[in-house]
């Protein structure tokens, strides 16, 4: 891990392998780049990648400050990869990555050659029977409760029933309401 100071923000960066250069964000809130690491191995051999702690997460958290809320993290983070020299060719992240990427490449506040975005959270219309499900999951009381809501929140977007797999899975899980 190297600490890469751009735009004002000092980011922790693991970088990996030679090649073209690529970023990769991870989800979160709270996670960091660990979450990354396994694809960040398979792709070191064609790629330079670079898998930074977002700021106030992992290694680029500032001791006794909490995560910053979704813009303040935005406008950080869209702030130090603008300002790296030489620009990355390639961006990429998984669900919260994903969503700063897209949005910076939809705001034209980043710039790459190409994109990678794995699991990119859905925007979903306020008052439609997804979003409403979406809201009663965030506010279920108790493990059954949220599996039956899990369960039927990937009938409705799927439109199929979960594996006998996926649902032995899901009983076995531990699973705490947001």
Do not use: C, Y
Request: hydrophobic share 40%; no cysteine.
């Amino acid at each position: 891990m190297q600490k890469i100071a751009a735009g004002g923000e000092e980011l922790a960066v693991l970088r990996l392998g030679e090649g073209v250069p690529v970023v990769l964000l991870h989800g979160g809130p709270g996670l960091d780049h660990h979450l990354l690491l396994p694809l960040a191995r398979r792709l070191e051999g064609v790629a330079e990648l670079w898998l930074p702690d977002l700021p106030g997460h992992g290694r680029s958290r500032l001791a006794g400050r909490p995560l910053p809320e979704l813009p303040m993290l935005q406008e950080r983070t869209f702030r130090w990869r603008a300002a790296l020299d030489p620009a990355p060719a390639v961006l990429g992240g998984h669900s919260l990555g994903a969503w700063l990427v897209r949005e910076g490449l939809a705001q034209q506040r980043l710039e790459a050659r190409g994109a990678l975005l794995l699991s990119p959270p859905t925007p979903v219309a306020p008052n439609t029977a997804p979003a409403r499900r979406r809201r009663r999951i965030t506010r279920a009381s108790g493990a059954r409760r949220l599996r039956a809501d899990l369960v039927e929140l990937i009938e409705e977007e799927t439109g199929e029933a979960p594996s006998k797999e996926f649902l032995e899975a899901l009983s076995s899980a531990s699973l705490h309401p947001p």
